[in-house]
């Protein structure tokens, strides 16, 4: 960058310097009429001839714009450098920011937005730092310069000149303000674009299946449009502020033009003065124009700048302790000790729950929608940080260990399951990536997923699963997810609705694997068909985020509350099904 501002330095010098030439060669060569000219060039005063002082002349301009154009494109190249590397850091951070942030900041962003910042935010603030800076700085220091040579050869007519100058600050200020609005909803609107476009995609099966083309064509038209109008609104205005700066330019020059003209004709300024000093004027107007376009990409620059640090600055929920301890390999005892919890502090999701699991046991969470299940689940991975109480494993509080030996310990099994581009040993190696090819066979196998591999996809194991694993039916994906956890050989293990994408056969093939599975770990079950959890050891029944009811199966069935009248209700509906599939096959 210290070198960039220098390149900058000699560039704007050698930029203020053919006025001076143009001004030495109307006085004082072709008005010699023959006689030696002298010329003071860096301290050495030379005397020659006025064709051979011409010929000198002609050597220096080719030298000095030589000069110029290498000088300008080392600058360039090393403040695109420059910029460049800033970008490359500051998307990195980005991207390490994001992988740090807790769930709750995914929750309250949607992900075009988070992609508009990565994108198009780091973009603008890549023409900030690149070209405008460059802009901005070269034009600055010349404007300097031009206003010391202005003031040295005649005050008076510079200071004519610089009466037009406040009235481009008042130009510049008067549409800044406005441009800046108008970028602010630009971006917003380009982050709107950018989440409709990627749930248009995602979705794209959804989309299809309820023949909603034409909706989704008309959507993004509507979106377009307003995008479209704001860009038109925004380039309207800068140019309207350009038109009036250069029409500024104008009336100064015109000024000058007729008061320096009449001076010459005085004689009070030569002629090689008053062209050489329409030359800076030139010099002087055309960066302070430039000055209000850079400026105007500037604070494009600014607002994306601010996006972009309102990730870098978010704050997470979930910290670290700086002086958190690796936790040991675990026995996989989990105790919940008079937890709550609440995405907003006013309103909790769970409310004051005490419960103690031990090692090996398989607890089920039950419990309406919305009651809390999948919450109770996440703190135990520590997605989410309870409001107050404390969750606990082997006795130690999980807030003073460390992430990563917490959740390499706990394999986790979504309802909706989440498969990454690439291969499927990639996707099941993704759960312990020094596992050998024996092991991911393995687990495989014991997620009912092995045969499947080798006799349906047609290159086995390497077989490309697609974006979001879209080349695999449901129930392939969720096998392939088991088996990932498997994979991992956690001491806690979190089924959200595991089988609940797969086929009857499948499921009970599953079941009998992860039943091995659980035998040895604690495991977790949110299950909305009671049907899978009446062998639990532990049954939790929620409602409203509080716990209500805690038992097995049986002694919860006797008690005849909450989950009593769960399940009777929802075997009578599984009966009735039962006799309307009957009929209908006699």
Known sequence: ???????????????????????????????????????????????????????????????????????????????????????????NALFQRLQELPMQFYQRRGTGHIMARITGDVDAMGGMITSSSIDLLTNTLTILVIVGILLRWHWKLAVISFVVLPLFAVNYHLFIRYIRAIWVRLRDKWSELYGELHESIAGAQVVKAFSQERYEKRMFFRSMRETYAHTVDLARTGTLMGAISQLLAALGTAVILWYGGAEAVRGHLTVGQLV?????????????????????????????????????????????????????????????????????????????????????????????????????????PRFYDPTSGRVLIDGRDIRHVTLRSLRSQIGIVLQETFLFSGTIKD????????????????????????????????????????????????????????????????????????????????????????????????????????????????????????????????????????????????FKLDEEADKRVDAMFK
């Not at 376009?293 to 700048?305: D, F, K, Y």
């Not at 004051?352 to 046991?361: H, K, L, R």
């Not at 996707?427 to 066979?441: H, P």
């Open 276 to 380: 050489g000093f329409m030359g800076y004027l030139g010099m002087l107007y055309s960066p302070v124009v430039t000055l209000s376009t850079s400026n105007e990409m500037i604070q494009r620059g600014l607002i994306s700048a601010e996006r972009v640090f309102d990730i870098l600055d978010a704050r997470s929920s979930v910290k670290e302790d700086p002086d958190a301890k690796p936790l040991p390999p675990v026995e996989g005892r989990v105790v919940f000790d008079r937890v709550s919890f609440g995405y907003e502090p006013e309103k909790l999701v769970l409310d004051d729950i005490s419960v103690a699991v031990q090692p090996g046991m398989v607890v089920a969470l039950v419990g309406p929608s919305g009651s809390g299940k999948t919450t109770f689940a996440n703190l135990v």
């Open 427 to 570: 996707n099941l190696r993704y759960g312990r990536m020094e596992a050998t090819d024996e092991e991911i066979v393995q687990a495989a196998i014991m997620a009912n997923a092995h045969d499947f591999i080798v006799k349906e996809l047609p290159e086995g194991y390497d077989s490309e699963v697609g974006e979001r694993g879209l080349r695999l039916s449901g129930g392939q994906k969720q096998r392939i997810a088991i088996a990932r956890a498997i994979l991992r050989d956690p001491r806690i293990l979190i089924l959200d609705e595991a089988t609940s994408s797969l086929d009857s056969e499948a499921e009970a093939l599953i079941q009998q694997a992860l039943e091995r599975l659980m035998r040895t770990r604690t495991t977790f079950v949110i299950a909305h068909r009671l049907s899978t959890v009446m062998k639990a050891d532990l049954i939790l029944v929620l409602r409203e985020g509080r716990l209500i009811e805690q038992g097995t199966h049986d002694e919860l069935v006797a008690a005849n509350g909450l989950y009593g009248r769960l399940y009777r209700k929802q």
């Open 1 to 91: 960058m210290g070198l960039g501002l220098l390149c900058v330095a000699v560039v704007a010098m050698t930029h203020v310097l053919m006025p001076l030439i143009t001004r030495f060669v109307l006085d004082d060569i072709i008005n010699s009429h023959g006689r030696p000219v002298r010329l003071n060039l860096v301290g050495i005063a030379l005397t020659l001839h006025p064709l051979a002082m011409l010929n000198l002349i002609f050597v220096l301009i080719l030298a000095l714009y030589t000069i110029q154009g290498a000088v300008s494109f080392v600058r360039t190249y090393l403040m695109s450098w420059v910029g460049q590397r800033v970008l490359f850091d500051i998307r």
